[in-house]
């Protein structure tokens, strides 16, 4: 279509709720993304879990709140069901195939202890891995041999600061990563 002189023009480079991706696609971190992927990364992700929102574009931890999707509580409920409760785990999934919302409800709220445990446990693994590669960035990192060193530097304090803004608003224990 014509476009009148003078007129902005804007270029979508895909969802803005994943940081990560458009770094590693297209070299620029966007700081204003209201969102991140929650990065839980299952061995396997079944049919059952990609029914249950399983995707990066809705496991999504919120920057400025610190509120978590509920794809994230349905995915963590579960697996956390799965390991526990085979049978409750299929109780929760026909739940949601069958758009029973009570249910799934009732079931977050008596399981709330297994899911928490699990997203503060993912939270600490994740937030002790971001401080490792901080630190190898900072001992080994000449900006001079690693020119995106820098960028990445970024993504990962971006990626901490999510996480941190989740761990407090969910009322999660605090640890050494303030």
Request: charged share 20%.
């Amino acid at each position: 279509q014509d476009v009148p002189a003078g007129s902005a023009l804007c270029m979508s480079y895909g969802d803005p709720t994943n940081p990560s991706f458009l770094l590693s696609r297209y070299g620029f971190l966007d700081q204003t993304s209201p969102a991140t992927f929650c990065k839980i990364l299952p061995k396997h992700v079944s049919e059952e879990m990609t029914n249950l929102g399983y995707a990066h574009n809705r496991m999504l931890f919120y920057k400025d709140t610190g509120d978590v999707s509920e794809e994230v509580w349905d995915i963590l409920l579960y697996m956390g069901l799965g390991e526990t409760d085979p049978n409750a785990q299929q109780q929760f999934y026909q739940a949601h195939m069958n758009s029973d919302y009570a249910t799934k409800q009732s079931m977050h709220q008596q399981y709330y202890p297994v899911t928490a445990a699990k997203l503060g446990n993912h939270i600490d693994t994740f937030l002790t891995d971001l401080q490792e590669l901080q630190n190898k960035g900072e001992q080994y990192g000449d900006p001079r041999e690693h020119p995106r060193l820098p960028l990445i530097m970024r993504h990962n304090e971006f990626v901490r600061d999510t996480f941190l803004a989740v761990r407090s608003a969910q009322g999660l224990q605090q640890n050494s990563f303030a």
